[in-house]
Each structure stands twice: as structure tokens, then as C-alpha cells.
């Protein structure tokens, strides 16, 4: 039965789309995936940052089945509750000023959104995006995106005025200076970029992820973003969160702004904020959003009614549990753990993240790039029941990013199973 799905999706899926595993799952719960053949694994993926409450969590699934029986679809036809509902939730968990939303389906979607909305708004053209970034796959977005150029090939040419500073992604400094003992040179490349290639007064907008995800889990240091959030303040270029893969609590936090006192012009969610469901939203303020002229964007399927209880559902039971809480207790018993492994295994050359956010780097003697060695880590991984995948332009960088209800003891089993594939 599993081989007909894997031959029926190899014969019918684009080869474009590529799976992580070869696992077909039938069921999942909490933490657990389970195919056919009843082997269950630990899924330290949430789907991608996106189960962050575990899979088919009891509280979604009975909200969207009590949605499902009234109103699937309205497709911008008619107003309905759940869609402000979620609004109101989104206004009160966001950053400070956020409380105007537009939904969509994706993140690339809503990193669309949050371009478009900052042309409108601001009148200039100029992007200011982020060497090693994701925000999405589609045209827009994609030329956004740079964490490889395997993205972009046969795309170009992309959208004009879009203007790459380097990440401050400190393991691998892109100016070549020593973590901790810079000057910011890369806040430095990015002022000279506005004195060479385009003047502030053009930029519509700088779009960064305050936690870098695909491009390899760096956090970045608070200093940067906060001297990025000066600039823009200083010139009139609106800053955009991409909070898809950071949000709803992935850091410890409900977004990831939060740990750096940063407070967004514009903030694009995806990935958790439904539990499971498709839904992604722009947010910004109410100025901003006011702004936005009837018709100047819109969708058939963004804000489903379905999508959006489940959403609701999910927020509040974030809300009501401990749900951040063990987030970052259990992330910081996972960097501990790992640290300590990192001791004993000279190819692990660094361990980092927040929250439930976490990324261990695999190098070679020399310190370059070891994705071999993390292959045969994943594969040790995986045939122990516990699913992690790479990330980085190097592929590199296992990420952990299990659901924010994690138990210790479901922690413990999984980083023993890490341990024992490093082994
Ligand atoms: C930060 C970030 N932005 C945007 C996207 C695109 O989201 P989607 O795949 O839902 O279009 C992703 C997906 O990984 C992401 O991590």
C-alpha cells in the first residue's frame, strides 16, 4: 500500500515537489506520524514549524468540524465570525501596533501581501531583503528569497530594486569577522548599499525573518535589529517581520520581534497560525492598512471560515496552557543536552536557536560544511523513529523543531535517539 502512493506520487506529483521522507503516513497525533504499518515516529518537524501544537490537536478539530457543518467558503461573498474573531486575537498577540489584517492562504502569499502593501503605502519601489533569507517560492517572494540560488534558477529576471545586505548569521560571518568581536560590518555593508546602489528615500521596505529559518537557524544579534529598525525609522522605510516560521510561539515567545524589542511596520504570519490548516495573514497598523485602497489586493480561498476557527481555537489554547512556557524550558533543556553532546563530537560545530527553534551546525575538521556527516545523522534519525531535517545553504544544519508541547520525557527520548545517531 505504501509503495502505490510513493510510485503514484512519483508517477503524478512533479518532481519539483520534494518529500523529506519516504515515510506515507495514514494518522497522526501529538507528536506521533504512523504509516500503514502501524511504525509510529516522532515528528521533530511539526510539519514543517507549522503543527506547533502537535498534530490534529482535539480543541482545532472540534472547532473546524463545528465550522465545517455551517459555512465552508465565503470567498470575500459574505462576512462571517470567524474571520474577525481571529482578527481580534491576532491584534492582541501581535507586536505593538499591529491590528489591521489582510488573510491569504501561504507565507509567500502574505510576504506578497506585505510588498505590495509597503509600495502602496509608501509610494517607492526599493526592497531591502537579507542574504541567506526564505520568505516563499512565488515570483514576488522568490526574489526575495536567497538562502540557495537552486530557488531562483531559470526564474529571472525577478522583481527589479530588490537589494541583498548580508544576514548577520555570526557562526558563518559573511564579512569574515569573529562572532562577538564585530563591529556590525554587515550593518555596515547594508548603509553602503543605500550610498551606492539605491538612497533610503526610494526604499519601500526592509523584509527579514528576526530568526533566520531555511537559510540555517541563526539568531541574530539584538544590536543589528535594532540599528535595523533605527535606520528605517530615520528614513521612512517601512520594516516587515516575516514572522511565518518564527511565530506563534515557535521561539518561546508568541513572536519572535519579541525577544529583540522590536516592534514591525508590517508582519507577515503563516505555517502555525492555523495548526494545520492553510491560512497566512498580513498585518499592520491601522494607518498603514487604512491606506490600502478597496480592490488594491484580494482573494477567493485567504481567511478560510474553516481555517480561521481552527486558528482561533489554536490561539486560545495557547492562551490558556502553559504553551510558551514549555516551549522555552523545553528548548532550553534541548540546548543543554545538546551542548554537552557538542562537547563530545568534534563534528558539531555549533548549537543555537530559541525557543523551539533550534539548529545544530555539522563541520569538517576545517570547519567547512559537513552535510555528509548530517546525512548519516538524519538517516540514524529516522531509523530509530525520529524525523529531523537540514536546513542552510550548505544543507548542514539539522533543525529540531518539535511541538511546543513537547514533554521532557518525549525530549529526552528523542535527543537519547540524536545522540545514539551522532554515535
Ligand atoms: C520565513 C518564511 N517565510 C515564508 C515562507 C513561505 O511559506 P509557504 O511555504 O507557506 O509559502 C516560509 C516557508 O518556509 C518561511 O520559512
Redesign the pocket.
Known amino acids: 500500500m505504501d509503495n502505490d502512493v510513493i510510485s503514484g506520487s512519483r508517477r503524478l506529483l512533479t518532481p519539483a515537489l520534494v518529500f523529506h521522507t519516504g515515510i506515507v503516513a495514514v494518522k497522526a497525533e501529538g507528536l506521533y506520524v504512523e504509516d500503514a504499518s502501524g511504525k509510529r515516529y516522532m515528528d521533530f518537524t511539526s510539519g ?2 507549522t503543527s506547533n501544537l502537535g498534530h490534529c490537536p482535539p480543541e482545532v478539530v472540534a472547532a473546524a468540524k463545528a465550522q465545517l457543518e455551517n459555512l465552508i467558503h465565503s470567498g470575500c461573498i459574505f462576512h462571517y465570525r470567524s474571520e474577525v474573531d481571529l482578527a481580534e486575537r491576532l491584534a492582541r498577540i501581535t507586536p505593538e501596533g499591529i491590528e489591521m489584517f489582510f488573510f491569504s492562504n ?6 506578497e501581501g506585505a510588498i505590495k502593501l509597503a509600495r502602496h503605502s509608501t509610494g517607492r519601489q526599493g526592497i531591502i531583503a537579507f542574504t541567506g ?6 515570483l514576488g ?1 522568490l526574489s526575495l528569497t536567497s538562502s540557495s540560488s537552486r530557488y531562483r534558477k531559470n526564474c529571472h529576471p525577478l522583481l527589479p530594486s530588490v537589494f541583498h545586505a548580508p544576514y548577520p548569521y555570526c557562526y558563518r560571518c559573511p564579512m569574515g569577522q569573529k562572532s562577538g568581536e564585530c563591529s556590525l560590518e554587515c550593518f555596515g555593508f547594508l548603509e553602503k548599499m543605500l550610498r551606492h546602489q539605491i538612497s533610503a528615500e526610494e526604499v519601500a521596505c526592509a523584509v527579514i ?1 528576526p530568526v533566520l ?2 537559510g540555517g537557524y541563526a539568531v541574530p544579534p539584538a544590536e543589528y535589529l535594532k540599528r535595523l529598525e533605527g535606520l528605517c525609522r530615520a528614513n521612512g522605510i517601512l520594516l516587515v517581520a ?1 514572522e ?3 511565530g506563534f510561539g515557535r521561539t518561546g515567545r508568541w513572536f519572535a520581534c519579541e525577544h529583540f524589542g522590536l516592534t514591525p511596520d508590517i508582519i ?1 504570519l ?2 502555525a497560525i492555523a495548526s494545520g490548516f492553510p491560512l ?1 495573514a498580513v498585518g499592520s497598523t491601522t494607518k498603514i492598512m487604512s491606506g490600502w485602497p478597496p480592490g488594491a489586493h484580494g482573494t477567493t480561498f485567504g481567511g478560510n471560515p474553516v481555517s480561521c476557527a481552527a486558528a482561533c481555537a489554536a490561539i486560545d489554547r495557547t492562551e490558556k496552557e502553559s504553551i510558551l512556557g514549555n516551549a522555552s524550558d523545553m528548548g532550553l533543556y534541548a540546548v543543554e543536552r545538546l551542548r554537552a553532546m557538542q562537547g563530545k563530537c568534534a563534528s558539531i560545530g555549533d548549537v543555537r536557536g530559541l525557543g523551539l527553534m533550534l539548529g545544530v551546525e555539522f563541520v569538517k575538521k576545517d570547519g567547512s560544511p559537513d552535510r555528509e556527516f548530517l546525512k548519516k545523522v538524519m538517516e540514524g534519525c529516522l531509523s530509530r523513529g525520529l524525523i529531523v531535517i537540514e536546513c542552510g545553504p550548505d544543507k548542514n544544519v539539522v533543525r529540531l523543531m518539535p511541538p511546543l508541547t513537547a514533554t521532557k520525557t518525549e525530549m529526552e527520548r528523542a535527543l537519547d535517539i540524536f545522540e545514539e545517531a551522532l554515535g
Do not use: I, N
Request: net charge negative.
Open positions: 514543517l514549524a501561504s507565507g509567500a502569499e502574505a510576504v533569507a526564505f520568505h516563499g517560492r512565488t517572494a525573518e529559518g531555511e516575516d511565518v516560521q518564527t507577515a503563516g505555517k497566512s
